[in-house]
């Protein structure tokens, strides 16, 4: 399984401010793409699956560049509840249908 | 909203013991997963199943783990002789096969003494 790379932060961003992340896959014939959130010891919650045109959730936006091999999500007007470790997951495609998972990035929301 | 639900959530056992560690996948749901996640580092893939047969798995899913579907809505991994380094939390996910999204249960957090 080829990786997803993430960098791991900690992102410390003021309550209102505007967080972007970026990760990146090593599989170019990957085929499905999401963000998954998870807080401290559970489980991971799906925020947004990723489409190749892009694709908005309230303040959330992610964004596919398959020439690059990376997605982002967007944070705007962040709240200290988006305080969460961040999580891209990939499908290899191929056949292959679980998840390859980044490490995660960590975003803490400061008051 | 429907969800997966996991038990026990946690589970304490020495090592060279098995464990059965149990899911209920969300109801209508066809494709079922596994996965770990060691403290401190990411969410890895196990196992997926489909069809009351495994469809993909892992390197780390060797011949100590199997998982089995007993009836309608069970899913159940089993780890037959536990090692220190089983010690886990384990998540078991469920997809209904047309939006390719994947729902986490709660996990169950595996201690190995």
């Known amino acids: 399984r080829k990786e997803v790379e993430q960098d791991p932060g900690p992102f410390n961003v003021p309550e209102g401010a505007t967080v972007a992340f970026n990760c990146t896959y090593s599989?170019?014939?990957?085929?499905?793409f999401f963000w998954y959130r998870q807080d401290c010891r559970k489980e991971p919650k799906l925020l947004m699956s990723?489409?190749?045109s892009g694709n908005e959730d309230g303040r959330f936006t992610a964004q596919l560049n398959r020439a690059s091999q990376y997605i982002s999500l967007l944070i705007r007007d962040s709240k200290l509840s988006d305080s969460a470790t961040y999580l891209c997951?990939?499908?290899?495609?191929?056949?292959?249908?679980?998840?390859?998972f980044g490490k995660g990035t960590h975003l803490i929301i400061q008051p | 909203e429907p969800e997966v639900t996991q038990t026990p959530s946690h589970q304490v056992t020495q090592m060279g013991q098995e464990v059965i560690l149990r899911c209920v996948p969300i109801?209508?749901?066809?494709?079922f997963y596994w996965y770990r996640q060691i403290l401190g580092q990411k969410v890895e893939f196990l196992v997926s199943?489909?069809?009351?047969?495994?469809?993909?798995k892992s390197e780390i899913f060797d011949d100590q783990f199997s998982v089995e579907r007993p009836d309608g809505s069970n899913f159940t991994l089993k780890i037959r002789s536990t090692k220190l380094e089983d010690s886990a939390m384990y998540f078991c996910?469920?997809?209904?096969?047309?939006?390719?999204?994947?729902?986490f249960g709660p996990g169950t957090r595996l201690t190995v003494l």
């Open positions: 990723v489409y190749s």
């Open positions: 599989n170019s014939a990957s085929q499905s």
């Open positions: 109801s209508n749901h066809l494709y």
């Open positions: 199943f489909y069809n009351n047969e495994i469809s993909e």
């Open positions: 997951a990939v499908i290899p495609g191929g056949g292959a249908d679980g998840l390859t």
């Open positions: 996910a469920s997809e209904d096969g047309v939006k390719d999204t994947q729902y």
